[in-house]
């Protein structure tokens, strides 16, 4: 679903990505983990192509993302979810979603209505469908936040630290609403997270990123039990 081939890529000479090498299979949920800077951010940017990068290629879906026959195309298969939610605060939860399907996929009013109806019953947010999002917590605009993404039908999510801006109690019921997704939806997920726990439980790979470069790659049990590299050790002791 998508495959990175030697991506590099600098903010005023200075490199922030560079050989960066691999591949997520359909349905799999891959967390991309690593210290604070390291490129973790700009490289889910570059793969939903809100950043350009230098050099290398990205495929989605075997389609080179920059091909402009196939780029708006792809770009419709993929969705993210941010630290901050980045929901319309003037608009309610049910009109997040409407507008955006109506937007983006040029849905009727019925069908959209449909489409909010049901991925707000997924995320179990459907009675807050009148609220505004500054009467709900932040757990519950971060739900908000998947399910609009979800009203999409992407094949890919990105998550960017999607519960760091939380507080600690409301963090759990949006890595359960993550879970879900992955026990009853087949959406291929690449995660950045710093929930350790939570990281080592749903990954089917796990991606170390240090210092612009991608330091190992292996299975969750693998990095958190037998890491090769000892910087990947260094790191995951002092989390
Ligand atoms: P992470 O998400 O792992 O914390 P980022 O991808 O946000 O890391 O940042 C990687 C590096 O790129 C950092 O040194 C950061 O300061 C730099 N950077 C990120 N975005 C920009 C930008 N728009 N302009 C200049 N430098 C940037
Ligand atoms: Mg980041």
Do not use: W
Request: contains cysteine; proline residues 3%.
């Amino acid at each position: 679903m998508i495959e990175v081939k030697n991506l590099k890529k600098s903010f005023n000479n200075s490199t922030v990505l560079e050989n960066i090498n691999f591949y997520v299979n359909k349905g799999e949920t891959v967390s991309l983990i690593g210290p604070s800077g390291s490129g973790k951010s700009t490289l889910l940017r570059c793969i939903i192509d809100l950043e350009n990068f230098d050099e290398g290629e990205i495929y989605i879906k075997n389609k080179n993302l920059k091909d402009k026959n196939f780029k708006n195309d792809l770009l419709l298969k993929m969705g993210m979810v941010f630290q901050n939610f980045n929901l319309f605060p003037h608009m309610t939860v049910k009109e997040n979603i409407v507008k955006t399907l109506k937007l983006v996929k040029k849905m009727s009013e019925i069908d959209a209505n449909n489409k909010a109806k049901e991925v707000l019953e997924l995320v179990g947010l459907y009675e807050k469908r009148g609220s505004f999002p500054n009467e709900l917590s932040g757990g519950q605009k971060q739900r908000v936040a998947i399910a609009r993404a979800l009203a999409l039908e992407p094949d890919i999510l990105l998550f960017d630290e999607p519960t760091s801006a939380l507080d600690p109690e409301l963090v759990k019921e949006v890595l359960d609403i993550i879970k879900k997704l992955k026990q009853e939806k087949n959406i291929t997920m690449l995660i950045v997270s710093h929930e350790m726990k939570f990281v080592k439980e749903i990954s089917d790979k796990v991606i170390v990123l240090d210092n612009s470069k991608i330091l190992e790659i292996g299975s969750s049990q693998k990095i958190f039990e037998n890491p090769s590299s000892t910087r990947v050790k260094e790191f995951l002791n002092n989390i």
